[in-house]
């Protein structure tokens, strides 16, 4: 199958590109920046999603289409509201268009748990936009579309953006931890491998025209994560919670009534919480002591 996949280059993008090739498809990635992480196997193409022409041409051929460009993080989309509906809303809505014009099988989208939720600001609305033109779509032109619903992701290549990656960097560098928010607030953080390979496998025909949550299986409170990144390092870091902070995202679920509801997808086997953050620290430790290597979790000299 040939593949095309906006954002490529990003941190779920990137996984999902290489899942893609291993499962044997051909992959051409769209982004406005090349991949620091390129895969053979993926033919790369820079542009904006707001060119149509580019748009078209890299949707030419293609039997799928993935959507994971776009503004991501919560506390940008609020500070660029006119940024967000013009990137998020009016780039899906071009390559929809792109999709319908070359006759493409599916159009998969990145959504969040926040869609539907009271939390997410303008990130949350312009989500809500996007699925409602990915649902007129179908119902205008037949365009089949899977819209996936993604959690709290974690794992290699993220950035200061992730939570869990600024958690683990903090505890390193500065021997202390912050969170905006209570330290009961529930989270249930899925590992990227197990959400690039859940992405690729919702391919099949029984995801059409669906709502499929991706989320881990092991709903934690922030706090009790905080406290287990300090154990995995064996020395007291500092934990700063500041509860009365205005937040925009949610305490106990994403979750509120809507009749659009999603459907959880569980694959059969996924990454432990505790073995993902160790491999987190791992890899950041790594990065921060380069004479250092990790080796069956012994710290040796190169």
């Given at each position: 199958m040939k593949v095309t996949v906006f954002g490529g280059s990003g941190f779920l993008g990137s996984?999902?590109?290489?899942?893609?090739?291993?499962a044997g498809h051909e992959v051409t990635s769209y982004d406005l920046k090349s991949s620091p992480w390129p895969q053979p196997g993926v033919r790369c193409v820079t542009g904006s999603i707001l060119d149509e022409a580019a748009v078209a041409e890299a949707v030419a051929g293609a039997d799928a289409v993935y959507n994971f460009a776009?503004?991501?993080d919560i506390g940008e989309a609020n500070g660029r509201p006119v940024d967000t509906a013009r990137v998020n809303i009016l780039g899906n809505t071009i390559i929809l268009e792109a999709c319908r014009e070359a006759n493409a099988r599916r159009y998969v989208f990145a959504?969040?748990?926040y869609v539907y939720s009271k939390s997410g600001g303008f990130y949350r609305c312009s989500k809500q936009a996007c699925e409602l033109y990915i649902e007129t779509f179908l119902e205008n032109y037949g365009?089949?579309?899977?819209?996936?619903?993604?959690g709290s992701?974690?794992?290699?290549?993220?950035?200061?953006?992730n939570a869990i990656y600024r958690f683990v960097k903090e505890a390193l560098t500065e021997g202390r931890i912050s969170y905006y928010g209570s330290p009961e607030a529930l989270r249930e953080y899925i590992h990227i491998e197990d959400a690039a390979q859940a992405s690729v496998e919702i391919l099949k025909p029984e995801y059409a025209n669906q709502h499929i949550v991706l989320t881990g299986h092991q709903p934690m409170r922030v706090g009790d994560l905080l406290k287990m990144i300090s154990e995995m390092l064996g020395r007291p870091?500092?934990?700063v919670f500041n509860t009365e902070a205005s937040s925009a995202h949610y305490e106990i679920t994403p979750?509120?009534?809507?009749?659009?509801?999603?459907?959880k997808y569980a694959p059969p086997l996924h990454m432990d919480l505790g073995q993902g953050v160790l491999r987190v620290i791992e890899e950041l430790y790594g990065q921060l002591h380069p004479d250092l290597d990790v080796r069956a979790g012994i710290l040796v000299r190169k």
């Open positions: 996984h999902v590109c290489d899942k893609l090739v291993q776009g503004i991501a959504s969040t748990v365009l089949e579309y899977t819209i996936l619903r993604y992701l974690y794992g290699p290549r993220a950035d200061e953006k870091i500092e934990l979750y509120s009534f809507n009749p659009r509801m999603g459907r």
